[in-house]
């Protein structure tokens, strides 16, 4: 390449005057050592990626939300039928949330689950997997709630 360029300045020197061509020389030149440099510093497979000596710093809190994600994800898969007991339906929310506290001072430990499907509010209690816990719960709550009935 540096040959070609001093047959450039070479022919240049014929048509040009001398001190002309001598700038004209410098400034091809300066003009190769540049591109020489480039290239001299451009990336090499020798690089760190390439010999396999990138340091990863990562929190440890990173892989535990991974696996609660997944965990998360998992029983999601495993329980898609999920039966709930509804044990009223009302137009009235203030009716709905009275028989709401009603349940949970009888069963403090069952979670309630209000819901609005417009124009009704509903209430649904329990998180079951299998039909038969969510059935035999529902004879036990049919005592004091008898319109009660299984949802999926």
Known sequence: M???????????????????????????????????MSIGFAQTPKDSVALNHVLIFKDPRIDYLQK????????KA??????????AASKSRTEVTDIKSQFSSKYPG???????DSPVFKLRVGTFVAR???QTFLREVRRFFPASFIVE
């Not at 001093?6 to 003009?31: A, G, P, T, W």
């Open 68 to 75: 609660v994600y997944s965990a998360k994800n998992k029983l």
């Open 2 to 36: 540096i040959l070609a360029l001093v047959e450039v300045v070479r022919n240049l020197n014929s048509v040009m005057d001398k001190e002309c061509s001598m700038k004209y020389c410098r400034f091809i030149l300066f003009l190769g050592f540049l591109s020489f």
């Open 110 to 116: 069952i979670p309630v689950f209000l819901s609005f």
């Open 78 to 87: 495993d329980a898609s039928k999920i039966y709930r007991i509804q044990i």
């Open 132 to 134: 038969d816990d969510a």
